[in-house]
């Protein structure tokens, strides 16, 4: 029996999850489905929704994808009410994002693909936020998620990067050029050379624009490691870049912008 004043928490742990791809929900569901004590309230496949089953389910823990139609995780958490934010575990298959949902101070994140036993930990962690939410122990920690959104848009100041099954964290600085490859990137660090399953416009877009530079339609650019420019015919050039002496050659379309990030006036391209 418990004693006069103490609140009995209720045993069930109110899970809503949200991710635009069928089967990753599946898989979810039927993890979440294996679990004692868990309730799935609210299922969406889009920003939009999910914001709409926050509101209407009030779970305790979010499973919550970061590319998504219709508003992305980060978005979702910014449409939501503080008092209505639930305890938040990002599920991603971007490792970039990683760095973002710690940015914003999520409690934890999934990287696609896990397995069941990193779940089940990610669960658990949640699980004992949720305790300390429930006894008013963890306003702190969600304030920290507010204020940390903001963050969390801010340009990536590193990288995180598989390296011998382990996630290495590398200074943005220290990059001197990626190279698309389909849907992934070549991302080049001295000697380095690191391949993400990323695309180079969804990398642009969170890189510092005051730092890189899409050269080439395949090629972002670090422009403090630029350490020669020479003019090539028809508008291009050839960028010599770091310590290792690499050459990049700029594509004719991108000459106006090179020149102005490099302050190259015209009788540079002569």
Same mark, same amino acid.
């Given at each position: 029996?418990?004693?006069?004043?103490?609140?009995?928490?209720?045993?069930?742990?109110?899970?809503?999850?949200?991710?635009? &791809?069928?089967?990753?929900?599946?898989?979810?569901?039927?993890?979440?489905?294996?679990?004692?004590?868990?309730?799935?309230?609210?299922?969406?496949?889009?920003?939009?929704?999910?914001?709409?089953?926050?509101?209407?389910?009030?779970?305790?823990?979010?499973?919550?994808?970061? /590319?998504?139609?219709?508003?992305?995780?980060?978005?979702?958490?910014?449409?939501?009410?503080?008092?209505?934010?639930?305890?938040?575990?990002?599920?991603?298959?971007?490792?970039?994002?990683?760095?973002?949902?710690?940015?914003?101070?999520?409690?934890?994140?999934?990287?696609?693909?896990?397995?069941? $036993?990193?779940?089940?930990?990610? %669960?658990?962690?949640?699980?004992?936020?949720?305790? %300390?939410?429930?006894?008013?122990?963890?306003?702190?920690?969600?304030?920290?998620?507010?204020?940390?959104?903001?963050?969390?848009?801010?340009?990536?100041?590193?990288?995180?990067?598989?390296?011998?099954?382990?996630?290495?964290?590398?200074?943005?600085?220290?990059?001197?050029?990626? &190279?698309? /490859?389909?849907?992934?990137?070549?991302?080049?660090?001295?000697?380095?050379?690191?391949?993400?399953?990323?695309?180079?416009?969804?990398? /642009? $877009?969170?890189?510092?624009?005051?730092?890189? %530079?899409?050269?080439?339609?395949?090629?972002?650019?670090?422009?403090?490691?630029?350490?020669?420019?020479?003019? %090539?015919?028809?508008?291009?050039?050839?960028?010599?870049?770091?310590?290792?002496?690499?050459?990049?050659?700029?594509?004719?379309?991108?000459?106006?912008?090179?020149?102005?990030?490099?302050?190259?006036?015209?009788?540079?391209?002569?």
């Amino acid at each position: 029996m418990m004693g006069g004043g103490e609140a009995v928490e209720p045993s069930v742990l109110r899970v809503a999850l949200a991710d635009d &791809e069928p089967l990753a929900r599946s898989r979810l569901r039927a993890l979440l489905a294996a679990e004692p004590h868990v309730e799935l309230v609210s299922e969406a496949a889009s920003g939009a929704e999910a914001v709409r089953g926050v509101l209407q389910s009030s779970p305790d823990v979010l499973l919550l994808d970061v /590319e998504m139609p219709a508003g992305d995780g980060f978005e979702v958490l910014r449409a939501l009410p503080p008092e209505s934010l639930p305890v938040v575990v990002f599920v991603t298959a971007w490792q970039q994002h990683a760095v973002r949902a710690f940015e914003a101070q999520a409690l934890d994140f999934l990287l696609k693909p896990y397995d069941k $036993e990193r779940f089940r930990a990610a %669960l658990a962690r949640a699980r004992q936020q949720v305790r %300390l939410v429930r006894r008013g122990e963890a306003v702190a920690r969600q304030e920290a998620l507010l204020s940390g959104l903001a963050l969390a848009e801010a340009p990536l100041r590193r990288l995180p990067v598989k390296v011998d099954g382990r996630i290495r964290f590398v200074d943005c600085s220290a990059i001197s050029h990626v &190279e698309s /490859e389909a849907n992934y990137v070549r991302v080049h660090v001295g000697a380095e050379q690191h391949v993400l399953r990323e695309t180079l416009t969804h990398l /642009e $877009e969170r890189l510092d624009t005051r730092r890189f %530079l899409r050269v080439h339609r395949s090629v972002l650019v670090n422009l403090d490691q630029v350490r020669e420019a020479e003019p %090539l015919s028809q508008g291009e050039y050839l960028l010599v870049l770091g310590s290792s002496g690499t050459a990049v050659r700029t594509g004719r379309s991108h000459r106006a912008r090179v020149e102005a990030a490099l302050g190259l006036g015209s009788d540079s391209a002569r």
